[in-house]
């Protein structure tokens, strides 16, 4: 499982937007980027050159990387289906990745983070289907039922999560009940579902084509 042991804000400031790595957080003023919007690093505020060609190619495959919390292995191992799949491949690869189950655990709202959704799979308390499955990238399908463990709605984790995203609809391709704590999915994902972070894919096909 990726894991990234040093501050999550540095990411956001590297790529200078927000990530919502942090959760709750990134909605407050305490985010970083609302404090400090440059480079991390001693001459981050002098350090502002126009990206240009690869350079412009590599951020955008760091900022789609870091957002779903994946090792470089791991996000050319998504890359390699989407070219193989049908259709455009940047946009496979961005449909892929929002399929994955923490993804499909955030978007419900029972998580403030991908990383909080990764270790409420990986602790075996989201049910698919009915049936317990601790694998943050297992792929969901049309009709695929997912759930949270009954006990885990009274989560103090799980409730601040839920009443952040009241209201919200993050994801147009799930029926979600949030008062449950379950979700059907009802079709596939759509390219202009995925809204944030903004990622130009054409520019991570460019990279890997070279």
Same mark, same amino acid.
């Given at each position: $499982? ?43 505020? @002098? ?6 060609? *690869?350079? $412009? ?10 957002? *779903? =919390? ?11 289906? +989407? ?6 491949? =940047?946009?496979?690869?961005?449909? %892929? ?5 923490? @993804? +499909?655990? *955030?978007? %419900?709202?029972?998580?403030?983070? #991908? ?20 694998? &943050? ?5 049309? =009709? ?5 463990? @009954?006990? $885990?709605?009274?989560?103090? $984790?799980?409730?601040?999560? #839920?009443?952040?995203?009241?209201? %919200?609809?993050?994801? &147009?391709?799930?029926? /979600?009940?949030?008062?449950? =704590? ?6 596939? &994902? ?13 520019? /991570?096909?460019?990279?890997? @084509?070279?």
């Amino acid at each position: $499982m990726a894991r990234h042991r040093n501050a999550v804000c540095r990411l956001c400031r590297r790529e200078g937007v927000k990530l919502f790595l942090k959760g709750l957080r990134c909605f407050t003023d305490k985010c970083a980027i609302e404090r400090r919007n440059f480079v991390p690093g001693q001459h981050g505020q @002098s350090r502002r050159a126009k990206l240009a060609g *690869y350079g $412009m190619q590599l951020r955008e495959k760091q900022k789609a990387k870091r957002t *779903y =919390g994946l090792l470089e292995r791991q996000f050319r191992n998504y890359f390699e289906k +989407a070219e193989r799949a049908k259709g455009p491949t =940047g946009e496979n690869l961005i449909l %892929m990745l929002e399929r994955r189950l923490d @993804s +499909a655990v *955030y978007r %419900m709202g029972l998580a403030s983070s #991908r990383a909080q959704a990764r270790q409420i799979v990986t602790h075996g308390h989201i049910l698919v289907n009915g049936r317990k499955l601790n694998i &943050p990238s297992y792929q969901l399908n049309v =009709g695929d039922e997912v759930s949270i463990k @009954s006990k $885990m709605l009274q989560n103090a $984790m799980v409730m601040e999560a #839920r009443n952040v995203a009241q209201g %919200m609809n993050l994801a &147009p391709w799930l029926e /979600i009940d949030r008062d449950a =704590g379950k979700a059907k999915v009802v079709a596939l &994902p759509k390219r202009e579902n995925v809204q944030t972070p903004a990622i130009n894919e054409q520019l /991570i096909v460019e990279l890997y @084509s070279k």
